[in-house]
């Protein structure tokens, strides 16, 4: 970005993310605080475009920020009706005699969490909070002496090879007394704010899954509403932390989405494609055959709980919900836990002048730090494979998380395996030939299409990849390029070029405009060259109910 002069905004509070996290704090300072002036941006085109989850949600803090929420809830909220969880295996299924205790949702409420954040951006600005849909964060400002100080919205009309178009727009300065971040999972402001501040010298890595999720309409004499399925099993297998969930909403509508954790070993797994092999599962295709589908999309999954939490204060600055990495992993929902964060970081403002120092101290103290050290040992079990994982899942729960030591995370990007390691015969769980499927969509461009994402394609790719001779010398040797396989929207591919670098006869294509920002890349490419940065504003996908 040029040093030029910048038109600036000032304000007490500026949060980046309209997400949950971002909309219950704005809400809640002002509850405390109305004489606070506090803007909320979002780089989405809309608010909850680029929300995508489950979801199923605690009410408990919705009721505690807005206690009438039940008389006018958003446009889709179905209560939680009946719990089921399956084992898969190729052909069946095994229901569990009982749903474990983590996964019980009695008095839940299934909703689009992108609708209930498009629920919530108006009730925020009736308590005066300003909201910026299409305003992209792009870099943090800092004082002199280093501490917080804002953020500059990133230039409108640059094109590829950085010329100015006639449509430029300069991005303007927003400064605050505090910025706080709710990017959600892997935010990529967070990411060097961690790296600047050393907020993570006392924890382990961050862990993370991948989600990908599609709505589908089907004939509504199939459709439960309030029914909750969740399962283990095929097409993972038992390296491979993975399972499904599939949600029964109303007038004929199931939500329905695979997680792969990303700390899978096998280079040639292939998250977009086990997500739609589950679905021509027999338990899955009798309820979504004739049906259509709705929306797709993907994202990022933050999943390293208590041990990798890293500090959430700095000067100037508070981490709260996903960017934090506050999800809980055995309910799969960090919604409340998001909220909660939320809710703690305005009380904490509107208690100390705005001053960020001691939050850190008070969220680890909370229901929020509490929730996750009980449950910090079971998703780290789970790198020891699915029985091992499932036995030490029990124990944990009996223990309430009690045991004497903390099982230790490592970077995802560390754990894939090279070429070779994995032969054909033991991946027989997930053979990823998917020539005879049925449902759509059948490839991953199709799944872009449902995505609805759109990016200007003369602008500065936002991908960056750091030295693109890796990709075909080093990691075609190694890894055989994972990059083309755990991207669920096609974006990196190797193609044939007779000028490619190394003599190779190879290069690295990068399809930006396909991203649906979902972060996998970021976090998964084994060489750690690959860096996400935000598009224009507006750009990304543009999910419907997701």
Known sequence: MSDIERDVMEYDVVTVGAGPAGLAFAIRLKQLDPNLSVCVIEKASTIGAHILSGAVIEPGPLDELL????????????????????????????????????????GNFIVSLGALCAWLAPQAEALGVEIYPGFAAAETLHDDDGRVAGVRIGDMGVAKDGAHKPGFTQGIDIRAKVTVLAEGARGHLTKRLIKRFDLARDADPQGYSIGIKELWQVPEERVSPGKIVHSLGWPADSKIYGGSFLYHLDKGRIALGYISGLDYKDPQYKPWEAFQQWKNHPSVKALLEGGTIVSAGARAIVTGGWQSLPKCDMPGALLIGDTAGLLNVPKIKGTHQAMRSAMLAAEHLAASQLSPDGFDAKLRASVVGDELRKVRNIKPGFKKGLWFGLLNAAWETLTGGLSPWTLKNKADWSSIDKVGAHEADKRAAVEQEYVARDLAPRDRLAGVYFAATEHDEDQPVHLVVHDTTVCVTRCATEYGNPCTRFCPAGVYEIVDDPDGPANSGKRLQINSANCVHCKTCDIKDPYEIITWVTPEGGSGPNYQNL
């Open 67 to 106: 206690p009438g929420w039940r008389d006018n809830p958003p446009p889709i909220c179905i209560p939680a009706a009946e719990d089921e969880f399956l084992f898969l295996t190729k052909t069946g299924s095994i229901k569990a005699p009982m749903v474990p205790p983590q996964m019980h949702n009695h």
